[in-house]
């Protein structure tokens, strides 16, 4: 059955439904029969997969090399029929390392696939449905064949339908059809096959509305839809990395060259220098292990993970992982006035009528203070409800609020037979009733548009001619209004040749009260805002003042006439963009991006989306929003609050600085053994660490601790530096500190190897206390890599995790040494003087570092 060649009367009855909507009774039944209307997914996280991962790993590989050749050396000197348990000690504690760092590695990218899995999930995509004779916006996965649906500007069509009603409606089916150009629909049955692109009086599931209003039935929903067919086109299984990540790689592979080739030199200056070939292999081996960043990639995907999920129980939802790197380095904000600056809750305050200045509150009307009969105001405000498309429920806040401002006079909403909607360039609607049998056409839209369009007045029921000085006046009125903060709308009807000014109709959408605030932090961080509203300029002019945003204001038809060098010359002062439309958004980004400035813009309209897409970072309203531009967006706020974009790079900053501090405690002290190990081999000392010890410092420094550096809460003055400049190295500013935290390293652990060497101790003993003094230093310094801040003033207890990791490892390091267990490391019992050495060799790092901090505060 081909639903576009039947009548819409044969299709509602097809599908046994009726244009008041479906009841409970039978949702529930076809819910059961169709299923939810959603698209199988192809993809899904496997655990075993990302288990086996973790032996795909270069460095993995080195150390599986390492199992086996340890494996083999002691069957080939003593015979696998004469091994004894101590002789594969090597190779099991190897193979015991690769099953912890592989658990680890698992849990790790597990935890961050699971929350980045859970962030693509979008708060859940909504249509507005007539169900029971009652208009409701429903979960899109609730629709089911039969129900009715209402479509306007904006929406993402949840399911195939079958038109009943169009007014003026267009739908972009390009992700569909390929067909860039939107299709005009129709409700009229078509004849014969047609293909997909030429079935006009359908829509299709995953496409947009770009204008107008429809009312349709539902056909098909889940797979059984035409984009559930290709359900390939609809689902993201493309996983991304972030550019951070990429650059981190590169780093990584370089250190990895770099350290392979000390590596491979370390071999053979111990070969030349009679050292056991087998033990410097291995120790070569376990070097490159233990010094290449393998880690890196984990420690950044799930600190980039966790950020994500602190940023959405903060009202940001991030759509493209990448766009958190950008948010440290964001310099301007654009953004929308309305409901991101304001609270999109308007409220009637003024009126003019009758050439007389009106106000209301609370359903009373007051002339000069004095309350009036507001019988006068009938025209003005049956226009003001019957010229809507809103409920007193759903809709565009300026609607709802003129809705309510007539139902205080128990004026209703009119049938509507015809209408031109709004758009954002005509900036006015028409709608046409039925009144006293005659038809009359009434108009609501922007002051200077209707005016424009107007050839009479109304004053007192009497139609007069509408000169330009009486034009004038009124557009006086409304700047004086606009002025004041409130949103002016005209109202006007057609009869015959004559177009009828009625009045105008000020509202009121006040801040947000955490909206001064936040400017002042988005101030303090070196961030300007640019206010973008497509309100008259005093209006804009007026909020701005009161939120604290000072510059200079221009309208669309002022940015109209400059060029493209004239607006980069001029947008540095310009702080408020008044009378705008979505296509100057998008010239205000060049010119502002043009000027090297990372600009984060928001928007809420399908218009809006070339914006959004070519900001730094496009952000989206999750309540107001329409579903394209949340589509196209890198950040979707769930509360529509310009507070949460401030939050957002507040959050974005913290994520960054805690890469960094993980890459500085990384990078100064993971070479301090290849460095400790080089020297005491040219100057022919024994070796200060084993293979197995070298492997055993990697594994309980690089990994609780690191990843506790990963959730650090925020610097105190992260909201007071300017923002990061994109193109900066990952290692700017830090290498200075790795250098210093290196050599501190080195002289704390070839400080303790030469004094127990010198003084006679056993080897064993003198390797214990050096991998104890290595293990030790790195557990005490972390607490200084972690702020700049002076660590009296700072504490150690601000990060709990991190003190929680290190004091388990002090623990486990303790028993590790002093209990039989030993043997496996080759390490020997200590006693209290022993520690107190250790204790002593360990905290010179933490002291330097402080000193330091004092002495050269911009350096550290």
């Known amino acids: 059955m081909h639903y576009y060649n039947l009548e819409t009367k044969e299709v509602v009855k097809s599908l046994n439904s009726n244009l008041s909507g479906l009841k409970e009774e039978t949702i529930k039944q076809r819910l059961k029969k169709y299923g939810h209307n959603k698209i199988k997914k192809t993809r899904k ?38 091994l004894e348990l101590k002789d594969l000690i090597d190779p099991i504690v190897i193979l015991a ?78 992700t ?63 996983d991304t990395i972030t550019p951070l990540q990429k650059r981190l790689q590169k780093l990584g592979e370089k250190l990895g060259i770099i350290v392979i080739a000390i590596a491979f030199l370390v071999f053979v200056i111990g070969v030349i220098n009679k050292f056991d070939i087998t033990q410097m292999f291995m120790a070569g081996l376990s070097l490159a292990v233990a010094v290449i960043p393998e880690g890196l990639p984990a420690v950044v995907t799930i600190t980039l993970a966790l950020g994500i999920r602190k940023m959405y129980k903060k009202n940001a939802l991030i759509r493209r992982i990448k766009s958190i790197e950008t948010l440290g380095s ?93 758009n954002s360039e ?18 609501k839209g922007a002051p200077e548009k209707i005016l424009n369009l107007c050839n009479y007045i109304n004053i007192e029921n009497r139609e007069q001619i509408l000169t330009n000085k009486t034009k004038s006046r009124i557009l006086d009125i409304n700047n004086s209004l606009a002025s004041e903060a409130l949103r002016v709308l005209a ?37 300007k805002v640019k206010m973008l509203t497509g309100d008259n300029i005093k209006t804009a002019e ?62 809420d309209g399908v218009n809006d989306a070339p914006a959004l897409k070519k900001a730094d970072v496009g952000i989206a309203m ?112 830090i290498i200075p500190i790795i250098i210093f935290i290196a050599t501190l390293a080195f002289i704390s652990t070839l400080g303790i190897y030469f004094l127990e060497y010198y003084s006679g101790t056993p080897i064993d003993k003198v390797r214990t206390m050096t991998v104890t003094t290595s293990i030790v230093f790195e557990l005490i310094i972390i607490f200084g890599l972690r702020t700049k801040r002076s660590l009296l003033k700072e504490g150690i207890f601000k990060n709990k995790w991190l003190f929680y990791a290190v004091i388990g490892i002090l623990i486990l390091q303790f028993l590790v040494v002093q209990t039989p267990i030993n043997f496996i490391f080759k390490f020997v019992s200590l006693g209290l003087f022993d520690w107190i050495k250790i204790v002593l060799f360990s905290s010179f790092g933490i002291v330097a570092l402080e000193l330091a901090k004092k002495l050269t505060p911009k350096i550290m």
């Open 45 to 82: 996280i496997s655990g075993l997969k990302i288990f086996l991962n973790q032996f795909k790993d270069f460095l993995i590989l080195i150390l599986i090399v390492a199992l086996i050749i340890s494996a083999i050396i002691p069957i080939y000197k003593k015979g696998i029929n004469n």
């Open 97 to 174: 390392i690769l099953i912890m760092n592989a658990f680890l590695g698992f849990f790790q990218e597990y935890k961050a696939e699971k929350a980045i899995a859970l962030l693509k999930k979008l708060s859940p995509e909504k249509t507005t449905v007539i169900r029971n004779n009652q208009i409701k916006e429903i979960n899109s996965s609730k629709i089911v064949p039969g129900d009715i649906i209402l479509l306007e500007e904006g929406d993402k069509i949840s399911a195939d339908a079958r038109l009943i009603h169009v007014d003026y409606f267009k739908v972009d089916e390009s």
């Open 176 to 238: 569909l059809t390929g067909e860039s150009i939107p299709v005009t629909k129709i409700t009229k049955p078509l004849r014969g096959k047609q293909q997909l692109a030429e079935q006009i009086n359908m829509v299709f599931a995953g496409t947009m509305v770009v204008a107008g209003r429809a009312k349709a039935i539902v056909v098909n929903t889940g797979h059984k839809t035409e984009m559930g067919k290709i359900a390939s086109l609809v689902q993201e299984t493309q």
């Open 330 to 422: 964001i310099t301007i904000i654009c953004a929308d006035k309305t409901g991101t600056l304001t609270k999109n809750d308007m409220e009637a305050k003024t009126l003019f009528i009758n050439n007389q200045l009106i106000t209301t509150e609370k359903g009373k009307f007051y002339q000069n203070k004095k309350e009036i009969e507001p019988k006068k105001l009938s025209l003005l405000l049956d226009i003001a409800a019957s010229c809507n498309n809103s409920t007193l429920h759903t809709g565009d806040p300026t609607e709802k609020a003129l809705l309510k401002l007539a139902k205080t006079q128990h004026i209703e909403k009119r049938t509507i037979l015809n209408q031109l909607p709004f």
């Open 426 to 443: 005509r900036k006015y609607m028409i709608t046409e009733h039925l009144i006293n049998n005659k038809k009359i056409l009434y108009l």
């Open 491 to 527: 109202m006007a009807y057609k009869q015959g040749n004559k177009t009828i000014f009625v009045g105008l109709i000020g509202m009121m959408d006040p801040p947000k009260p955490e909206v001064k605030n936040a400017l002042k932090l988005a101030k303090q961080a070196g961030i």
């Open 542 to 603: 007026a909020i701005a003042k009161q939120i604290g945003i000072i510059g200079d204001a221009i309208t669309g038809q002022d940015l109209d006439s400059l060029n493209e060098k004239e607006l980069k010359n001029r947008i540095e002062k310009i702080a408020i963009f008044a009378r705008i439309d979505p296509s100057h958004k998008v010239k205000i980004l060049k010119a502002l991006q043009d000027s090297g400035e990372i600009v984060a813009m928001s928007g």
């Open 622 to 733: 999750g309540l107001k929003g329409t579903d394209i531009s949340r589509e196209v967006s890198d950040m979707v706020l769930t509360d529509d609050h310009f507070a949460s974009i401030v939050a957002a790079i507040r959050q974005g900053r913290i994520i960054y600085d805690n890469i960094k501090k993980f890459l500085k405690f990384l990078l100064s002290v993971n070479f301090t053994e290849i460095l400790v190990i080089l020297f005491t081999l040219i100057l022919k000392f024994p070796l200060p660490f084993l293979p197995l010890q070298i492997l055993w410092i990697n594994l309980v420094t690089d990994s609780l601790p690191a990843l506790a550096l990963g959730i650090d809460p925020a610097e105190k003055d992260i909201m007071k530096r300017k923002p990061r400049n994109p193109k900066e190295s990952i290692l700017y500013g």
